[in-house]
């Protein structure tokens, strides 16, 4: 949905040598801000001699531009050379600052540096474009050179762009990224984050510069609880990483820390994924809703280890990293084995209730579902807190729609398990984020 507005201001010739400002309201829900304006600059008059007509222009009028935000804070400054700025949150015109495009009064800094004797009318265009709903695949856990990986942050760009990523988080063990740093290559997001790595458990702290002060390193619980407590604080988005990898599973009191989501799976899909997939599917039984998330721990190309593999794919309202990680908490999101993989989507009632949504328990209520992607054997089932039932099982390649209903109050999630090599049991290849059914 587009938006447009247009403003005009005239400034006398007095105030010659003057910063104005002009305001404008930003609208909520914005994802892209364009500000395009036009005025007299020249002065033309036609001289003629018999053999030519000459065109003379006088530069009359210079009027600068610039840009303030509802808390008097300076977006950017072009002097007159731009007449056309365009502001995400993520990408703007050099010159100007990706910028939140908070709703409220912003201004528009008009710079009188030269005004003909008439005075000049300035006539400014706005252009709003709001966000909405689409699908975002990503990778939420990688590794570059400031760890063990072998990428720079560019390289793992490139990667990403290449493999169909939308979205990217950079997860080095115990390195803090400021997000000002991260490159932004168009249609790639890159998220900063970090891997709180112990001996005892990672978790992935994205979306935040800092998520604390004191070093990383702790000897108590207390310890490890206030490096939490403060990255919540701070707003990050909490990850639980690999909690049964063989290795480096998580030992700490899950009870009693702060998290958002539940990486399950981590990497090739194995046995240490499939521990974290019961946990959760016990933790979902006994009534506590927690999202998961995937990511590929990418270090450098092995055989079974690739950039998406496992890709997130995030229902989200734009591509900014905030959105990208309140959609991740809300559980608008789940997770296929590739940037290729199937895909899914599944409501209830249309999009009244979308994946990660709770709904009041009724009688007669079904889950609609629908999966793209699949091919021969693919096996499709909805898991609830009753257990898990298959509803098809694809002859060939294909898509699939399906209505399941809901008989009981709980959750409901769907799985899409693949014979990925001949001999080895299915795996999964879809895991979804549940909806929610509440007791009425
Ligand atoms: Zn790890
Ligand atoms: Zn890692």
Redesign the pocket.
Known sequence: MQNQMTLEFFIPHAQEGDYLTFPFTMPAGVESFTLRYRYTHRSESERRSDRATFLAQQEINIIDLGLIDPQGLQVGASGSNKHEITITEQRATPGYKPWPLTPGEWRILAGAYKVAPAGVTVTYELEFSFKSRRWFKGDL???TLA?DGVCTVEELGQRALRHGLDFLAI?D?NQMIAGETLPQPPGLTLIQGM?W?HFRG?A?FLGVDRPYDAPFAANTFEEVQSRFISARQRGALISI??PYDPDCGFQFDLNRLPFDILEVW?GPMRESNLHALGFWQRLLASGRKIPICG?S?Y?RDSPFLFLGGPTTCVYAMSAAPGDILAALQQGHAYITFAPDGPTLSAGVGGEAAILGDSLPWREGQCLQISAEGLIAGDVIRVVTGQGSEAILEAECAGRMGATHPITAPGFARVEIYRAFLPGIPKLPALLSNPIYFDYP
């Open positions: 856990h990688t590794h760890s997860t063990h891997e790595t990672h992935n990483n690999h981590n990511g721990d270090h």
